[in-house]
């Protein structure tokens, strides 16, 4: 039989873990929140910058484009320092966030779009996918954020849950 002194180290010991869980999820949450909404601000110094692209490569006059190369390097140069502090907030060796940080940069690349009459178009998609696969990789930060045991099982290799037989 455990003495209430035994039981009230136990209550103490489970109540820390417990807090601890809470505390890490709050910062988890965190995270997500701070990446999504630099995620977001990435996008839309992107949209800011293809729209400004666009007219700048359409402009035959050079004063005009003069005018306008400051602020398409502001938005390229604000947008880079985005992806900095984005880059920043995954481990090195996250595949699915290199990737994501790769295709982010290709909203900044006009070869990625080709500059035909559909330039605004294909960059509209590439937009659109870059901000689906940021959604599903938020997704699984949540979802590992709201339950850490199912995070460690699906990085466990699958024949650790194999009997030797």
């Known amino acids: 039989m455990l003495t209430a002194t035994l039981w009230v180290a136990f209550g ?3 109540a820390a873990f417990v807090a601890r869980g809470v505390k890490i999820s709050e910062f988890r949450q965190a995270w997500i929140d701070g990446l999504r909404t630099d995620i977001s601000e990435y996008i839309s110094k992107a949209h800011q910058w293809i729209d400004l692209y666009l007219t700048f490569n359409s402009e035959s006059e050079q004063d005009k484009k003069s005018q306008m190369k400051p602020e398409l390097d502001r938005l390229k140069y604000d947008a880079l320092h985005i992806h900095s502090r984005i880059s920043l907030r995954f481990k090195p060796d996250d595949e699915a966030a290199d990737t994501l ?47 850490p045991i199912l995070k460690l099982y699906k990085k466990m290799p699958n024949k650790a849950f194999k009997s030797d037989s």
């Open 12 to 14: 103490v010991i489970a």
């Open 101 to 147: 940080l790769a295709n982010l940069l290709k909203l900044f690349n006009p070869a990625s779009i080709g500059l035909d009459d559909n330039a605004y178009s294909n960059w509209r998609d590439l937009s659109d996918s870059v901000v689906n696969e940021a959604r599903v990789l938020l997704k699984e930060e949540w979802e590992a954020t709201k339950n």
